[in-house]
T-cell receptor, first 114, second 110 residues
Framework: NAGVTQTPKFQVLKTGQSMTLQCAQD?????MYWYRQDPGMGLRLIYY???????DKGEVPNGYNVSRLNKREFSLRLESAAPSQTSVYFC?????????????FGPGTRLLVL | GQQVMQIPQYQHVQEGEDFTTYCNSS?????IQWYKQRPGGHPVFLIQ?????EVKKQKRLTFQFGEAKKNSSLHITATQTTDVGTYFC??????????FGSGTRLSIRP
């Protein structure tokens, strides 16, 4: 099992460009998450999907959209990138989405917006 | 209200010294999780604490959950270079959402 995979690993964008970050998990997990990590800020939740067909906002959703394409895949889209979106993005999944479940993280996407 | 405060933000120790990071909440926690992130890596689950006053050990790591379930600590005895990284605590704010502390970054002088 590959666990949680993310593409791309690195990306450089110009302000105003758009892009989609891809995430997939092969653990048959129901819930999936997108976080961003900035120095000194820890992990902040952008959006999550508790189950296939549902998505909800997290702490910092502005400037992002998500799609839960199927049970395996959860994508994050930046419609018009801004320098403030320079960050490391992590996707994660949990088995059932209940309180206390272990989060399994992907390797991350490092995004630089110029 | 739902945030968890984690201190210190950074800790630089001599190899062999002990290290402790603390996680504090103003509200009672149903559970608390700890994760480790190696430099350049992704967070990896270490442990979950659920019961008041719970203490769990993993080799040189000792995890504690306070009696009032408002705080938790991670203590590493006799640090090694393999312990380098950032340690995060996290609490579930609802059935599906976990809120992480800002992390404590541990660096070690060989």
């Amino acid at each position: 099992n590959a666990g949680v995979t993310q593409t791309p690993k690195f990306q450089v964008l110009k302000t105003g460009q758009s892009m989609t970050l891809q995430c997939a998990q092969d653990m048959n997990h129901n819930s999936m998450y997108w976080y961003r990590q900035d120095p000194g800020m820890g992990l902040r939740l952008i959006y999550y999907s508790a189950s296939e067909g549902t998505t909800d906002k997290g702490e910092v959703p502005n400037g992002y959209n998500v799609s839960r394409l199927n049970k395996r895949e959860f994508s994050l889209r930046l419609e018009s990138a801004a320098p403030s979106q320079t960050s490391v993005y992590f996707c994660a999944s949990t088995l059932g989405g209940g309180s206390g479940e272990t989060q399994y993280f992907g390797p991350g996407t490092r995004l630089l917006v110029l | 209200g739902q945030q968890v405060m984690q201190i210190p933000q950074y800790q630089h120790v001599q190899e062999g010294e002990d290290f402790t990071t603390y996680c504090n909440s103003s509200t009672t926690l149903s559970n608390i999780q700890w994760y480790k992130q190696r430099p350049g890596g992704h967070p990896v689950f270490l442990i979950q604490l659920v019961k008041s006053g719970e203490v769990k050990k993993q080799k040189r790591l000792t995890f504690q959950f306070g009696e009032a379930k408002k705080n938790s600590s991670l203590h590493i005895t006799a640090t090694q270079t393999t312990d380098v990284g950032t340690y995060f605590c996290g609490r579930y704010s609802s059935a599906s959402k976990i809120i992480f502390g800002s992390g404590t970054r541990l660096s070690i002088r060989p």
